[in-house]
């Protein structure tokens, strides 16, 4: 492939519009000297002579160069036009965005996300990686995604965050389980009880952490890779579990059992759940615009919600 750059173009395209090389170098703020490399260097690369560049007789592009110009002009325009629609500039934004999310929520956020983001930017192709800290963050930390939605909980240093809503760890019990008649639950009245316990990061160790912090040990039935299956052994009557509260869930298994969902008192892990991007870099016009429609849709308000940054 023949090798030459964008400026190199805008340099052949402008010299159509003198009479001289001095004049075209005068002009565009080049040596005459530079200018006639930078030619020759395009010309080298295309593989044909270009232009016409003698002192006596002027600068005149060749037929070649002629044919050359117009289909330069042509590139030059529709790289501007790509630039103008990923940024905005045409008034529709247009390109990728890749967003992360947490797997424990993501049926609770992204349908609202993908169902109404499209929508109001019909041009952004949005691209979905739904996993754990442990998978989301290298993938922020390489550049494969833009930005994620997680839990703002044992995240390492070096990411920007802006809240979406606030979470707390509940129990979420057996419809028919004694401790569902009450309003709340206190941890030392689950402690022996058996816990179906959602194995993932940084859920699993923040479980852990919360019995620990109280002196206690949770006794664990089972580990389940997905809260859909915790969810629907609960419903079994089999054992509770300890999520984060979330919106758009209905308190029932995916069977259709019912469960009981109550708050901890005193209250454990109260934290957010939070877009993230890496420290220093700016989001694209696409991805701010689909972290704005996120924060709107999960009703907080973006002056409320701040911005907070953690080098």
Known sequence: MSKFTLRQLELFVALADFATLSEAAASLHFSESALSQAITRLELAVGEQLCIRRKARGLKLTAAGEY????ARALLTEAENMVAEMN????????PVKLGCFASFAASV???ILGGFPKL??????EVVVGTHAELLPALENGRLDLAIVYDMQLPLGFQRQTIYETELQAVLPFDHPLAQQAT????ELATEPLIMYDSSPST??????FADRGLHPTILAHMPQ???????????LGYGLLMSRPNWAPVSIEGFPVAVRPLSPPVSQTTMSAIWLEGSRLSPRAQALLDFTVQTFSIDPSSAGLRRRG
Do not use: E, M, S, Y
Request: positive net charge.
């Open 227 to 237: 809260v859909i299956l915790v969810q629907a052994l609960v419903g079994r009557g």
């Open 110 to 112: 992204l349908p609202a």
């Open 121 to 126: 930017h019909p041009g952004v192709d949005v």
């Open 205 to 210: 160790a923040n479980t852990h952490r919360v």
């Open 88 to 95: 905005g500039a045409t008034g529709q934004l247009k390109g």
């Open 185 to 188: 639950v206190d941890l030392p």
């Open 68 to 71: 050359f110009a117009v289909r």
